[in-house]
């Protein structure tokens, strides 16, 4: 069953503090007081063990200072667009998969950071997914096809892209988290526009399907076997009359993820941790249709990243 997102109240944490601290103290001699109680509390309150785990992609325009003053003010609308184009494409081409989410909770579980944001989903299958989808879409932009003469205004776009796997809770109308944390400073460290991994997603993926490799080989009923797909809360019934773009009843490399490589290529130090960062490369097909006029059909083949190991 799908853990919900922890969430701090401010008023609880607020409560505490007022009954085994004090807001400001002044007295002649300075004492550092015993905080035993106060941490005793406070921990029992957030249990941060208890706090859930769940998959981060950040998703960044490569160089979106060097754009014109002018260009700039429009890409902004342009990735809004863009984004909600991959939400509507995850909706309809992944209908098992991403059955518990909304237009509504795809945009509410966003963090936009001006030149792209971070999504939050419940694991690195969904975030997988919605990278192939937006990887679609950017190169729909980038060949003239999605707001031709907005694409000659503004230029071609180059995105980069982490996911992690790491703890998130929400607090004040925020999220916040080691997930987060940890995938802006991928995201910072990456100037070769790839698609960088953590190791808590390598090992998401290495436990579910045996290793990333195996995404170009699995069907939907794998797909339904991960551990999170085969609980009660998802309904199985809807695979009787959906299908999914990506992932086939049958092996096939035609379509969906035709190819799939994984390499480790170095370790970045997140305040006392070290991470292991992978470097994912995907080359996904798809076969698109114009939604004001159906007769309009195309197949696409994209890369998700590259092949670049120079370290991080």
């Known amino acids: 069953m799908t853990k ?34 106060l941490y005793k ?9 208890k706090i859930s785990s769940k998959a981060v992609l950040g998703i960044d325009i490569y160089q979106y200072s060097s754009y014109g003053e002018f260009e700039q003010t429009l890409i902004p609308f342009l990735f809004k667009k863009m984004l909600h184009t991959t939400i509507e494409l995850c909706l309809s081409h992944h209908p098992f998969i991403f059955q518990k989410y ?40 980038n060949a003239f096809h999605f707001f031709p003469r907005l694409r000659k205004i503004i230029g ?30 991928i995201l910072a460290r990456d100037n070769l526009n790839r698609c960088l991994i953590d190791q808590h997603t390598h090992t998401w993926f290495t436990t579910n399907i045996e290793g990333v490799e195996n ?57 006392e941790s070290e991470l292991n960062i992978y470097n994912m490369h995907l080359q996904v097909s798809m076969k698109l249709s114009n939604d004001d006029d159906p007769s309009q059909q195309k197949v696409v083949t994209v890369s998700l990243g590259n092949l670049n190991t120079a370290g991080i």
Not at 215 to 228: G, H, M, P, S
């Open 41 to 49: 509390h406070l921990k029992e309150y957030v249990e941060f063990r």
């Open 4 to 37: 919900p997102i922890k969430i701090l109240d401010h008023k609880k944490i607020r409560s505490i503090l007022h009954q085994y601290d004090q807001r400001v103290i002044f007295e002649k001699t300075n004492i550092i007081p015993q905080e035993c109680e």
């Open 215 to 271: 995404l170009q080989v699995i069907t939907l009923d794998d797909v339904v076997n991960i551990f999170e797909f085969s609980q009660p809360d998802y309904d199985k019934s809807m695979l009787e009359n959906t299908d999914d773009k990506i992932f086939s009843r049958e092996p096939t490399r035609k379509e969906g993820i035709i190819n799939s490589d994984i390499l480790k290529i170095g370790m970045i130090r997140s305040k």
């Open 102 to 141: 909304s237009r509504h909770i795809m945009e509410k579980n966003f963090i936009s950071t001006g030149d792209g944001g971070f999504l939050i989903f419940d694991n690195p299958m969904h975030a997988l997914l919605f990278a192939c989808n937006f990887a679609v879409v950017l190169r729909v932009y």
């Open 156 to 185: 071609g776009i180059s995105i980069r892209y982490a996911m992690t796997y790491d703890k998130i809770y929400h607090y004040a109308n925020n999220f916040y988290g080691r997930a987060i944390i940890n995938n802006a400073r």
